[in-house]
Structure formats: C-alpha cells, structure tokens
C-alpha cells in the first residue's frame, strides 16, 4: 500500500489519520522555555503560556532526519507539507527524498496551510484506497493544489506579524488594529488580508458564509474542512450555516495544531473546501 505521509500543520484529527491510514510528522514548537512536539500542548495550555510569559511560540520545521526515517517505510511513499513560502518543512523532505534510491518518493508542496493541506492529503489516502496508481495519485494531488480554497477569520494580527509568516501585513498592522481581518491563503502559498471588517465577529463569520454561497456552483461538495484555535460555538455555527446552502457529503470541523495556533492565535476559524 501506498504511503501517504503530512506534516503536523495539516490540522487532520486522530480519527481521521487513523481512518484514512495517514502518517503524519510533527513540528517543534518552542514556548515558556520549552521544547514541545506539535500535538503534546493542548491550545490552552499553549495561549496560557503565552498570557503569562508574554512571548510568542516560536516553531521549527520537521527536520531531515525525521522525513529519513519515514521514508525508510517499506511502501512508495507521497508525502504532501505546508507550503513552501512558510517553512522550511517541504524542503526538507525534498532533501530527505532525494536519499532514497529504493523506492519512489513525491514530495508535494501544498503552497497551503492547516486542513489547506489535509484536503490534499485525504484527497490522496481516498486515491489510494480506490486503487489508482502512484502517479495516477500524485498527478491528480498536484493538480488539485490550486483548487484549494483557504481563508480564516483571526481576533488579533498579533501572532501573525510578530511571527514573522505573513511579512506582507506587515505596512498594514496599525491599521488594522480595531478591524477583524479575513485571511486567505494565496495561489503563491503566502498569505494576505482578503477583506477587512469592523464590527461585531459575526459579520466576519458571515462574510466567510457569504463567499461559499458565492462560489458555490465551483465548489466540490464532497468535503468541507471547519479547522479552528477553540471556538467551539463559531464552528457550529459555521457549519449550520454551510448546511442550509448545500447538501455537504461531510463536513468535519477539526482544532488547529500548536503550530498554526502559534502563528495566528485564539479565536482563528477558518473554512477551506476544494473547488471544482
């Protein structure tokens, strides 16, 4: 069977590794003078840490010797990471695949982030399991990477900026301060404010809501990803409100990881699907 190995930034739950049989590596996460593995620091213990210290986590890529080693699996293996353009974690599979002599390796930049990347990675798995080949597999992945559709809703421009993963916010930081932005992912793998709302945070939700409606007739209703920083309510509501537009095969709402929490902060809620 073929491999099909991410990066902890994909945000997939455990049920879901285990379900669609998905390896996943994690990412170091530094924070109150401690070295934790993405996935060991539950999102309040990592935001009470940062309330209390007053300095923000820091992160590090999956090292090479990590990807070394699961490549040493005995299957072909495809393996699909955060975009290039926010860590160094798809370079390193790269140089740890090109070790390999045995078997073959895809190394597949997402140019995305969070369930950005599982869509893809789950995408692979359901390939897999239908029995289509490697490069049946890998074709098709890399086509898709552009049909993702990512954006998240965020409380503060804080973690972003002062983490240095969105350096194009920031000329717009200060302006932004009173104003709840909607991030997108970009077709480059980068990140940028998509729109900018005053209000209350609802009107930011709805604004989310607002553009699935829109694009609607080009989205692939299969799966649709719900990944928040632990707001629990803003995802039901999310979900009710896809639910009313569409018939969704499944909708699986999943908490971000310690990584993408430590890049955007609490109350980050995003909506990602695959567009046709």
Same mark, same amino acid.
């Given at each position: 069977?073929?491999?099909?190995? /991410?990066?902890?930034?994909? +945000?997939?739950?455990?049920?879901?590794?285990?379900?669609?049989?998905?390896?996943?590596?994690? #990412? /170091?996460?530094?924070?109150?003078?401690?070295?934790?593995? +993405?996935? *060991?620091? &539950?999102?309040?213990?990592?935001?009470?840490?940062?309330?209390?210290?007053?300095?923000?986590?820091? /992160?590090?890529?999956?090292?090479?010797?990590?990807?070394?080693?699961?490549?040493?699996?005995? %299957?072909?293996?495809?393996?699909?990471?955060?975009?290039?353009?926010?860590?160094?974690?798809?370079?390193?599979?790269? #140089?740890?695949?090109?070790?390999?002599?045995?078997?073959?390796?895809?190394?597949?930049?997402? #140019? %995305?982030?969070?369930?950005?990347?599982?869509?893809?990675?789950?995408?692979?798995?359901? #390939? !897999?399991?239908? =029995?289509?080949?490697?490069?049946?597999?890998?074709?098709?992945?890399?086509?898709?990477?552009?049909?993702?559709?990512?954006?998240?809703?965020? *409380? /503060?421009? *804080? $973690?972003?900026?002062? =983490?240095?993963?969105?350096?194009?916010?920031?000329?717009?930081? =200060?302006?932004?301060?009173?104003?709840?932005?909607?991030?997108?992912?970009?077709? +480059?793998?980068?990140?940028?404010?998509?729109?900018?709302?005053?209000?209350? !945070?609802? !009107?930011?939700?709805?604004?989310?809501?607002?553009?699935?409606?829109?694009?609607?007739?080009?989205?692939?209703?299969?799966?649709?990803?719900?990944?928040?920083?632990?707001?629990?309510?803003?995802?039901?509501?999310?979900?009710?409100?896809?639910?009313?537009?569409?018939?969704?095969?499944?909708?699986?709402?999943? $908490?971000? =990881?310690?990584?993408?929490?430590?890049?955007?902060?609490?109350? &980050?809620?995003?909506?990602? $699907?695959?567009?046709?």
């Amino acid at each position: 069977m073929i491999e099909i190995i /991410t990066d902890s930034t994909s +945000d997939l739950s455990p049920e879901l590794l285990e379900r669609f049989h998905i390896k996943r590596l994690p #990412l /170091t996460v530094f924070v109150d003078n401690h070295e934790v593995k +993405d996935g *060991d620091m &539950t999102l309040r213990e990592l935001f009470d840490a940062v309330d209390r210290t007053g300095a923000l986590p820091k /992160t590090s890529a999956v090292p090479v010797v990590d990807f070394s080693e699961a490549f040493k699996a005995q %299957n072909d293996v495809i393996c699909i990471d955060i975009s290039s353009q926010l860590s160094a974690t798809y370079q390193n599979s790269v #140089l740890a695949a090109a070790e390999v002599k045995d078997k073959r390796i895809a190394t597949v930049d997402s #140019l %995305n982030l969070s369930t950005g990347i599982g869509l893809l990675v789950v995408k692979a798995a359901e #390939l !897999r399991d239908q =029995g289509r080949s490697f490069d049946e597999i890998v074709s098709e992945i890399r086509a898709t990477v552009p049909k993702i559709h990512t954006s998240f809703t965020i *409380d /503060t421009l *804080d $973690y972003l900026y002062k =983490g240095g993963r969105c350096s194009a916010l920031a000329n717009i930081f =200060g302006s932004l301060l009173h104003i709840r932005p909607v991030i997108e992912v970009r077709s +480059d793998g980068t990140m940028g404010v998509k729109e900018k709302i005053g209000g209350a !945070r609802k !009107r930011a939700l709805l604004s989310m809501v607002a553009e699935f409606n829109t694009l609607l007739p080009t989205i692939d209703l299969h799966r649709v990803f719900i990944t928040h920083t632990g707001c629990d309510a803003d995802a039901a509501f999310l979900e009710s409100e896809l639910r009313k537009l569409a018939k969704i095969d499944e909708i699986c709402i999943t $908490y971000a =990881g310690s990584t993408i929490a430590s890049h955007c902060g609490p109350n &980050t809620i995003g909506i990602l $699907y695959i567009l046709k």
